[in-house]
């Protein structure tokens, strides 16, 4: 009777030590749900959290978090009158090239972009100095016409590359009055871009004095009524090395000068005036008259992602990376005090996206307690941003894919299956069992 009463712990024994260290070779993990979790933030814009892949046979799933800004920058339209200055002051030398050079290439530059992808906008382009024939000079004939309104890129820069820079002197006047006339009557945005290197010193009828208070007080009158007919005028000035120059023709120095046409680039006349250096033309015009003049930026800003987790993931799923952030800034590890990440992203632009995934890998020794439960792989989402409107928005979510471990009920290992530990405790039971079967034998034989 003894006997069999041994017999039986034994074989009690095996079964739990199998049972209880093969728990996780034998459970199996499966994906319950796999929703999408999506949070709008624009109208274009949004951001989502999915199940992106699952290794089921190593028990492990990777999830995606994005910020999406679908947003599309908005696009200059109406018209806009590039009026170039071609006196033979733009051949000068600058860094190995010359002004023209950089001014006339920078423009084409600015032409592209803007026409890029963009039928609702029209340039045209004018030319002013003075006229090679003296008795024109002081006249509308010291500008000509380029090219007239037009949204081809290729015909509008081959055209700037067909001035030539000869005119003597710097009728400006003459070309915000000739690229005035080339607007259209049609009710919509007109803009003038203005690129020169000189201080005016001739206008239209003036008094015959170079750089005189004529010629000062009809070039800022031009500008100022171009202004006050809804124009948006932006002028840039370079090739001034010497402010303190005085012409003969008047007492007025050049920066005095400068500074009553045009004001200055804090206190502009009309519009923005950018005052530059040779060394400042190419990123003046390519970017900053560029992002100033007309795009609108649609930027999401501030972003801050706080992915929360559950305590059982924790506890039972190893958290790693599989890609870093491309933007911005992530924790780098799980964030104990409460079970969660956080994704901060400065600015997020137009057409961009932003991408981080990590994987939740089940642990060896997982508590048995959350098999056959389903678990959310998440516990919500909460997102923090600046809009277009520059109002901080809060938004979250609990939406979040589930997954469910299994285990196929206890059975006795056949031959071959036992493992290390039960294998142990087999010849550890073997060796109980001799010592109390020997101890009775004893007790008998006494």
Known sequence: MKNKIFMGLFLIIILIANVSFASYSTVTMSVVEEPICTIKLEENSKFEKKLIAKDLANKEVTLQLQVINGEIADKPTGEIMLVLDDSNSMNDKVSGTTRKDLIFNSAKSLITSFLENNTQLKIGVVRFSTNTDVSKEGTIADASVVSPLSNDATALNNSISSIETNGPRTDLQAGLSLASEQFTKTDNNKYMIILTDGVPNVAIDYDKNYYSDDV???????????????????????????????????????????????????????????????????????????????????????????????????????????????????????????????????????????????????????????????????KKVDIDYIDLDEVKQTKTSDITPKIKLTEPPAVLPKAGTLTLIGFSVLTIGLLVYSVIRLTIIHRKMN
């Open 216 to 378: 000062i007080n009809k070039t800022k009158k031009q500008l100022q009524t171009l202004s006050s007919q809804g124009i948006k005028i932006t002028t840039m000035l370079s090739g001034i090395n010497d402010e303190s120059y005085v012409p003969a023709t008047t007492t007025k120095n050049f920066g005095e000068i400068i500074k009553e046409i045009f004001g200055t680039p804090d206190k502009p006349t009309v519009g923005n005036f950018y005052y530059v250096t040779d060394a400042e033309i190419e990123k003046t015009i390519k970017t900053d008259i560029y992002n100033a003049l007309i795009p609108i930026e649609k930027t999401l800003k501030n972003i801050t992602v706080v992915d929360y987790f559950p305590e059982e993931i924790i506890k039972n799923f190893d958290f790693a990376y599989v890609s870093n952030a491309n933007i911005g800034t992530i924790s780098s590890k799980v964030d104990t005090t409460n079970n969660s990440i956080t994704w901060t992203i400065p600015e997020l632009s137009s057409g961009k996206t932003a991408t981080v995934q990590y994987k939740l890998k089940l642990k060896e020794n997982f508590d048995s307690a959350i098999v056959d439960k389903i678990l959310n792989t998440n």
